[in-house]
C-alpha cells in the first residue's frame, strides 16, 4: 500500500540553524501539507501546498518557513533560523484530488529538537 | 471558525471491556469528521471517516463512529479493547474548503492505555 515517507526521523539542531525536513507524498496526490504536533499539545496546521504554490498557511507559518516541491516526488520544509520553540513532531500529509471523499494521509513524522 | 473538543484526555480500560471516545465538533454544516490514531513513534492512521449518509460508519481495527448532528459529536466505539489498542487517538474536522484541499483541525487527542 502506497504511504507517505520522511526523512529524518530524528533531527537534533542548534538555535539559529537551517533545517530542511523532507517527506515523500504519495505518488500521483495532488495536495500536501505540513502540520506539527508540540509535546503534549494537539495537532496544528502550519501550510498546504497545491500547482506549485501554497494554498494556505497558518500564522505559524512565518518568514522563517517556506516549503517547496523540487523534484515532483520530494516535498521539503525549511525553517531557515530555528528557535527552541520549533521543537515539534512534523507531520506531512498528502492528498489524492479536490473532492469531499478524499482523505489526508500522514507520514511517520520527523521530531525536530533545537537546543 | 471550526474546532474539535476530545473532553477526556487519558483514559485507561481493560483488556476486552468496551470503549467509547469521544469527539465534539463546532460546525455550521455537516462536516468531514475523521479519526486517526497514533502509536507510540508512528505517524497518523486513518481510523474512518464520516462525509454523508449513513451515521454509523466503520473504520479499521473493529472500530466504528456514530454522527449524531444534534449533538455534535461524533464518537469512537469499540465493543472489546485489545491490549494494542493503546495509542492516542484523534478526532479532526475538515474545514469548511476541505473539499477544494482544505485542513484539517484536531482535537487535542485521547491518550488510551489498556489494562491487562
Known amino acids: 500500500e502506497p504511504e507517505v515517507t520522511q526523512t529524518p526521523s530524528h533531527q ?4 539559529g540553524q537551517e533545517v530542511i525536513l523532507r517527506c515523500v507524498p504519495i505518488s500521483n496526490h495532488l495536495y500536501f501539507y505540513w502540520y506539527r504536533q508540540i509535546l503534549g499539545q494537539k495537532v496544528e496546521f502550519l501550510v498546504s ?4 504554490e501554497i494554498s494556505e498557511k497558518s500564522e505559524i507559518f512565518d518568514d522563517q518557513f ?3 516541491r523540487p523534484d515532483g516526488s520530494n516535498f521539503t520544509l525549511k525553517i531557515r533560523s530555528t528557535k527552541l520553540e520549533d521543537s515539534a513532531m512534523y507531520f506531512c500529509a498528502s492528498r489524492g484530488g479536490a473532492g469531499g ?3 489526508q494521509y500522514f507520514g511517520p513524522g520527523t521530531r525536530l529538537t533545537v537546543l | 471558525a ?4 476530545q473532553p477526556d484526555i487519558h483514559i485507561t480500560v481493560s483488556e476486552g471491556a468496551s470503549l467509547e471516545l469521544r469527539c465534539n465538533y463546532s460546525y455550521g454544516a455537516t462536516p468531514y469528521l475523521f479519526w486517526y490514531v497514533q502509536s507510540p513513534g508512528q505517524g497518523l492512521q486513518l481510523l474512518l471517516k464520516y462525509f454523508s449518509g ?3 460508519v466503520q473504520g479499521i481495527k473493529g472500530f466504528e463512529a456514530e454522527f449524531k448532528r444534534s449533538q455534535s459529536s461524533f464518537n469512537l466505539r469499540k465493543p472489546s479493547v485489545h491490549w494494542s489498542d493503546a495509542a492516542e487517538y484523534f478526532c479532526a474536522v475538515g474545514e469548511s474548503y476541505y473539499n477544494q484541499g482544505g485542513k484539517l483541525i484536531f482535537g487535542q487527542g485521547t491518550e488510551l492505555s489498556v489494562k491487562p
Open chain 1, 101 to 103: 471523499k478524499d482523505t
Open chain 1, 49 to 52: 501546498f497545491y500547482n506549485n
Open chain 1, 12 to 15: 537534533v539542531t542548534q538555535m
Open chain 1, 66 to 68: 517556506s516549503v517547496e
Open chain 2, 2 to 5: 471550526q474546532s474539535v473538543t
Open chain 2, 54 to 56: 449513513d451515521t454509523l
